[in-house]
T-cell receptor, first 111, second 114 residues
């Protein structure tokens, strides 16, 4: 079945450093979504990418969808303590309507 | 507008007991999902539904049953709980209209089976 892997599993950074998480799918995706889960909370939608090679920005966050639509990345510039949490990518299967989530990257930001 | 509401929020079960987790959404969404979240394993899809009266298996359906008798409710049942089902359970719903495929999650149910 379809698998979505994320690396790294954990990342500790000093406040102000940059952070990147990578998402790789075993199959081509219709689109990719990114979610953030704060400690003790539930996943919250951040953004969706649809087109091959698409790049979107949200303030300090930059999201990229690979040319082959099988990988994606999330880059945070100058991390802040409010960025703490687990970041998930999710591939959406337009045929079955399922969301297959990646394993997540847990980010800790040290002040 | 409450969004997605899960009940209960916490529960402790003994091995072999049964229980039902309730998910309710007030956004008129067609699609609803049950996930379990375990450390290091992300969110794994248990069952999902593409509309009232329909259900389908996800990645890890064994030991669980679901029902979608009303569009706004999606129930997850454990007939005979096992310690391996100790987890945090999340319900989600989505509209999936055109390119809009955002999923909305409930607050989660923390289940411990002893």
């Amino acid at each position: 079945g379809q698998q979505v892997m994320q690396i790294p599993q954990y990342q500790h950074v000093q406040e102000g450093e940059d952070f990147t998480t990578y998402c790789n799918s075993s199959t081509t995706l219709s689109n990719i979504q990114w979610y953030k889960q704060r400690p003790g909370g539930h996943p919250v939608f951040l953004i969706q990418l649809v087109k091959s090679g698409e790049v979107k920005k949200q303030k300090r966050l930059t999201f990229q969808f690979g040319e082959a639509k099988k990988n994606s990345s999330l880059h945070i510039t100058a991390t802040q303590t409010t960025d703490v949490g687990t970041y998930f990518c999710a591939g959406h299967d337009s045929g079955t309507y399922k969301y297959i989530f990646g394993t997540g990257t847990r980010l800790k930001v040290l002040a | 507008n409450a969004g997605v509401t899960q009940t209960p929020k916490f529960r402790v079960l003994k091995t072999g007991q049964s229980m039902t987790l309730l998910c309710a959404q007030d956004m008129n969404h067609e699609y609803m999902y049950w996930y379990r979240q375990d450390p290091g394993m992300g969110l794994r899809l248990i069952h999902y539904s593409v509309g009232e009266g329909t259900t389908a298996k996800g990645e890890v359906p064994d030991g669980y049953n679901v029902s979608r008798l009303k569009k706004q409710n999606f129930l997850l049942g454990l007939e005979s709980a096992a310690p391996s089902q100790t987890s945090v359970y999340f319900c989600a719903s989505s509209l999936i209209q055109g390119v809009n495929t955002e999923a909305f999650f409930g607050q989660g149910t923390r289940l411990t089976v002893v």
